[in-house]
């Protein structure tokens, strides 16, 4: 069984760091792309990272790029984003996700191109 679980949230303050963890199981863990994914209150889920199976090319939302960073540790199955910098409309609810490359080639980077996703970790920062 495929298994995602994020870990790392927390509340900061406004250029403060956080990492989030994920944890994966039940699966190749290079065979699929994971995501990170962020939903605040009354907004759609958006993309934030991702990493292609495929290639293996990293690739940043233009909210996030330069501030956040996308790493893997193959022998622990994890994949971390590396929050800096954080500012407020950085809150919301953090997901991460597995799915196949070429789902996100063919739609795009959105929610529904994943099949699997992680419980979510709270990230709140302040001003």
């Known amino acids: 069984e495929v298994q995602l679980q994020a870990s790392g949230g927390g509340s900061v303050q406004s250029g403060e760091s956080l990492r989030l963890s994920c944890v994966t199981s039940?699966?190749?863990?290079?065979?699929?792309?994971i995501g990170w994914f962020r939903q605040a209150p009354g907004e759609e889920r958006e993309g934030v990272s991702y990493?292609?199976?495929?290639?293996?090319?990293?690739h940043y939302a233009d909210s996030v790029k330069g501030r956040f960073t996308l790493s893997r540790d193959n022998a622990k199955n994890t994949v971390y984003l590396q929050m800096n910098s954080l500012k407020p409309e950085d809150t919301a609810v953090y997901y991460c996700?597995?799915?196949?490359?070429?789902?996100?080639?063919?739609?795009?980077?959105?929610?529904?191109?994943?099949?699997?996703w992680g419980q979510g970790t709270q990230v709140t920062v302040s001003s």
């Open positions: 996700a597995a799915g196949s490359w070429r789902a996100i080639a063919e739609y795009g980077n959105m929610w529904y191109a994943y099949d699997h």
């Open positions: 039940g699966f190749s863990f290079g065979d699929y792309t």
């Open positions: 990493w292609m199976s495929n290639d293996g090319r990293t």
